[in-house]
């Protein structure tokens, strides 16, 4: 049975995150101590003591949940993954765990792009919002409709599991979607409290700053198989991870496909390493008859 291995993305944050974990592993304490020394900042005590309104913050949230991802997998005895995959900022953590780029050239390139992504949403205010209940194509439909309404921007954003997707674009096209998604039906429709439109077209004013941090970063063709964000496909290749990185910005997470694609080849035991416990959940409401683990 193949083991798959999955790095969660923003939204699974919390105020004393990996604190445990630095206190309990010397090397830990080592990986933190470092981080804060790549960034020129005390990231580890946003992450341990807060306060949560800092650690919500885009970017610190994602070099927070990057750097917990890695290191609770480097602390681990356990076997090596056959595949592996991140959603969203955990494609990173993935590719580091994977030997696809260092420690220190992924904290960079996350911090940056946490960066890049809050500057897009000052510059291009947007709203992302939870569609439970809809069938995936409904929902892009529907998305569709809201624009042509509107003249405005809103997409599918992340397509998380059988009827869980989450949309993205600009507020008016948004809310839009939304009164649509009720009247068709959905079970709910709900906007999130997040600080921009990401992957939509509204984070476009970050693209150029991403695309100039990937070509300065040395990319390694990985060790096992990484699954792509962008179409749910696996490559060991380093020029494709560098292109799917750039595409994962502006497009939707296809984190439903990804799973389906992983189990297709063979896993049958998948693996969350980071915090919380979102993507365990993702897996039990995708695929049936697996093994679901977590390491926090």
Same mark, same amino acid.
């Given at each position: ?8 993305g ?23 101590e &470092? ?10 005590s ?23 991802s890695?290191? *609770? ?5 356990? =076997?090596?993954?056959?595949? %592996?995959a ?5 494609e990173?953590s993935?590719l +580091? ?13 996350? *911090? ?16 992302m919002?939870?569609v ?6 409904? #929902?892009?439909?529907?998305?569709? =409709? ?7 921007? +809103? ?5 998380n599991?059988?009827?869980? +997707? ?5 507020? &008016?096209a +948004?809310? &839009? ?6 009247k068709?039906?959905? *079970?709910?429709?709900k906007?999130? !409290? %997040?600080?921009?439109? $990401?992957?939509?077209?509204l ?17 390694k063709n ?29 497009n939707? #997470? ?10 297709? =080849?063979?896993a049958?035991? $998948? %693996? &969350?390493?980071? !915090? ?6 993702? #897996?039990? *409401? ?7 683990n977590?390491?926090?």
């Open positions: 049975m193949k083991k798959a291995y999955l790095f969660p923003q939204g699974s944050q919390f105020v004393g995150m990996a604190k445990e974990l630095s206190e309990s592993h010397p090397e830990a304490k080592k990986r933190f &470092e981080a804060n020394d790549i960034l020129g900042l005390d990231l580890a946003i992450m341990f003591e807060g306060p949560e309104s800092k650690l919500k913050q885009t970017e610190f949230t994602q070099p927070a949940i990057f750097v917990h890695v290191v *609770r997998y480097q602390t681990l005895d356990i =076997d090596k993954p056959d595949m %592996v991140g959603h969203s900022l955990g990173f993935a +580091v765990a994977n030997g696809a780029i260092s420690f220190e050239d992924g904290l960079k390139l996350v *911090r940056k792009r946490g960066q890049l992504m809050q500057e897009a949403g000052i510059k291009n205010p947007g709203a919002a939870a439970i209940g809809m069938d995936d194509d409904k #929902v892009a439909e529907i998305c569709e =409709d809201a624009s042509e309404k509107t003249a405005l921007v +809103v997409i599918p954003a992340n397509f599991c059988p009827g869980q +997707v989450v949309i993205s674009g600009n507020d &008016e +948004v809310d &839009e979607a939304i009164e649509l998604m009720k068709a039906g959905c *079970r709910m429709a906007k999130l !409290p %997040v600080s921009g439109a $990401f992957h939509s077209p984070m476009r004013p970050a693209l150029n700053g991403l695309e100039s941090q990937l070509e300065s970063t040395s990319f990985p060790e096992f198989p990484v699954y792509a964000n962008v179409d749910g496909k696996p490559t060991t290749d380093a020029e494709t991870i560098k292109e799917n990185l750039r595409k994962q910005l502006l939707a #997470v296809q984190w439903t496909k990804t799973l389906e694609n992983m189990h297709a =080849d063979g049958g035991e $998948f %693996v &969350e390493i980071g !915090p919380g416990k979102v993507l365990q959940g993702l #897996v039990k *409401r995708t695929l049936k008859k697996v093994e679901i977590g390491y926090q």
